[in-house]
């Protein structure tokens, strides 16, 4: 049995930043609302002529950390794409990338589970890695969000919160001994489901009745969130996938070196922090900056805290994210 370890990380999010008082001019918000609620401040969003689009970002986050990694893209052995805005309804921006990076014919996996995307994917890699049967794995979490929001005051309680970007990650097969993932803890609960969800565009709202209907003045068509609700479960969940990967490998919160939550609300964060009675420099939020990329936040967090020399090598780096479905998961590594 190997061991998987990151080998390289990337990170990339439009130019266009989007204030809150931005938001405030279409729709009826406020800067100290929104940062009450959230811990936001601005987020980026694709601007129309970019060039951007979620697998567009995939793309130049994982050159960023293929570079990292020295390594070319044919050396990856497979592809996992983590989005829930991927650019066509099929195939997926797995293969997008494979193209766009001009890469061998390796398999190539999206994964749909929401904010906890990124957490499941490098589960997956993590395993392909361990039983040998692949040496590098690209991760890459991605998000274009502001494409299907509602920016009327109707979709603030949600248009607000959530920003557009990439990140990525190559997973590799520890040829040193030293660090590498120790282990990851996936779980689900459907029973939640509609209580942060988006009902269409899909095969309940398929083709003759968008165009029967107008889909803007469509609720389905809009993100829905519970949010009171899902706060609520979020705070139990992150702190339980966080003690079931500390316990697994026989580990307490005070070996945390670095917790690195998803990017869902900073508020969340800091309950989480609170509970755990960990220090600022043990948790990293950049929420304010980028709002929630969902699949993207935690690798974007991850390049950014690395690339500020908060991560070091023998590091214990803890990945926690929950979101929609329910879903939720952590990962355990020492860096």
């Not at 989007?18 to 940062?35: F, G, R, Y």
């Not at 929001?149 to 920003?163: A, E, K």
Request: aromatic share 8%; glycine share 10%; net charge neutral.
């Amino acid at each position: 049995m190997y061991i998987s370890k990151i080998t390289g990380l990337g990170s990339y999010v439009p130019e266009n930043v989007v204030t809150n008082d931005d938001l405030s001019k279409v729709m009826d918000t406020n800067d100290a609302w929104i940062q009450e609620r959230t811990g936001i401040k601005e987020r980026r969003h694709i601007k129309k002529g970019d060039g951007n689009s979620t697998s567009v970002m995939g793309v130049k986050a994982a050159k960023i950390a293929l570079s990292r990694a020295s390594l070319g893209p044919k050396d990856i052995d497979m592809i996992i794409f983590a989005t829930l805005s991927p650019d066509m309804y099929f195939p997926g921006g797995g293969v997008q990338v494979q193209e766009a990076l001009d890469m061998r014919t390796v398999p190539a996996l999206d994964v749909r589970n929401q904010c906890s995307g990124f957490v499941y994917a490098l589960s997956v890699a993590d395993q392909f890695i361990k039983t040998g049967m692949y040496k590098h794995v690209l991760v890459i979490g991605s998000e274009n969000h502001s494409g299907g929001l509602d920016f009327t005051t109707r979709g603030r309680g949600v248009s607000v919160i959530f920003g557009d970007g990439a990140g990525a990650a190559v997973v590799s097969r520890n040829e040193t001994g030293k660090g590498g993932i120790l282990s990851t803890h996936l779980h689900s609960e459907g029973k939640h489901k509609d209580e942060l969800s988006l009902q269409g565009p899909s095969t309940q709202y398929w083709v003759p009745e968008i165009i029967e209907k107008n889909p803007q003045e469509d609720i389905p068509y809009y993100p829905y969130m519970n949010g009171t609700f899902v706060f609520k479960h979020a705070v139990v969940r992150f702190s339980e996938v966080i003690k079931e990967g500390l316990e697994a490998n026989k580990l307490s919160v005070s070996d945390i070196d670095m917790l690195i939550p998803h990017q869902a609300n900073l508020r969340i964060s800091q309950f989480i922090q609170e509970k755990f009675k960990l220090p600022n420099e043990k948790v990293f939020n950049n929420i304010q900056k980028y709002g929630n990329t969902t699949a993207a936040s935690i690798p974007i967090a991850l390049t950014e805290a690395w690339e500020e020399g908060k991560i070091k090598e023998g590091d214990l780096v803890v990945l926690a994210a929950f979101g929609s479905g329910f879903t939720w998961g952590s990962a355990i590594m020492r860096w």
